[in-house]
């Protein structure tokens, strides 16, 4: 029993190390038309399931204070490309977060994205 907890354990680990992640659309390969409709859908699919993420791409420092915010409201920040992107990437990720985004100031009361988006929470009701 100890050495199958232990085989679990290893390719959990092993999995989380490769880089293995949640299903995804990916972007990439599509034009800028279908990469839009793609990405509404996932945007409106995440909303509903409170599943709340903004979309990121290229070099970006880690852990940053936009960061921060946005996982204190709850939002993911999920990388989908690194330094080189299509026009599928850049559309798809310009819907889902212009979606996003508009959904969740109608939720939160204010536009988590902002700079001052701290200076913009409402009183809690």
Known sequence: MKNILAAIL???ASAHA???KEQFPKFDNLDITTA???????AE??????A???????????????D???EKAGVQVKAIAGCIVSEGIL????????IMREKLKAKLGYDVFAEKAESQKQPAK
Not at 52 to 66: D, H, T
């Open 18 to 20: 490769c880089g293995i």
């Open 91 to 98: 559309e798809g990720a310009r819907v889902y977060n212009e």
């Open 68 to 70: 921060q915010r946005l």
């Open 52 to 66: 709340y993420r903004i979309l990121v791409f290229g070099k970006r420092a880690s852990n940053s204070e936009f």
């Open 36 to 42: 839009a409709e793609t990405a509404l859908k996932q």
């Open 10 to 12: 290893i390719l959990a």
């Open 45 to 50: 699919t995440d909303f509903a399931a409170g």
